[in-house]
């Protein structure tokens, strides 16, 4: 069984900068990749970056030179650093799990960026 729990979402000026946890616990082998997707109402979940055990990093365009992922393998955590904020960044946003094909889900933490 395995579960993450993300936190560090919240209200935010636009220009303001952020930054997301997520620890994973339960069976989790290496390697495998850890990510952050988000989700607007009315609209597909959408990557938004992801890193290997290796540390292999991808970005969606939109966040590219704003986010940085990182990740701590010891302790099965990753992290979205993400600066320079804005509106349209407002979302519902994942932290998942990739192990051997499966993929595992958190509960999602909101990201509200004001205008």
């Known amino acids: 069984q395995v579960q993450l729990v993300e936190s560090g979402g919240g209200l935010v000026q636009a220009g303001g900068s952020l930054t997301l946890s997520c620890v994973a616990s339960g069976s989790i082998s290496k390697p495998n990749v850890m990510g952050w997707y988000r989700q607007v109402p009315g609209k597909s979940r959408e990557v938004v970056a992801s890193?290997?055990?290796?540390?292999?990093?991808n970005y969606d365009d939109s966040v590219k030179g704003r986010f940085t992922i990182s990740r701590d393998n010891a302790k099965n955590m990753v992290f979205l650093q993400m600066n320079s904020l804005k509106h349209e960044d407002t979302a519902v946003y994942y932290c998942?799990?990739?192990?051997?094909?499966?993929?595992?889900w958190g509960q999602g933490t909101q990201v509200t960026v004001s205008s």
């Open positions: 998942d799990l990739m192990i051997l094909g499966a993929q595992y």
């Open positions: 890193m290997t055990t290796g540390g292999i990093t």
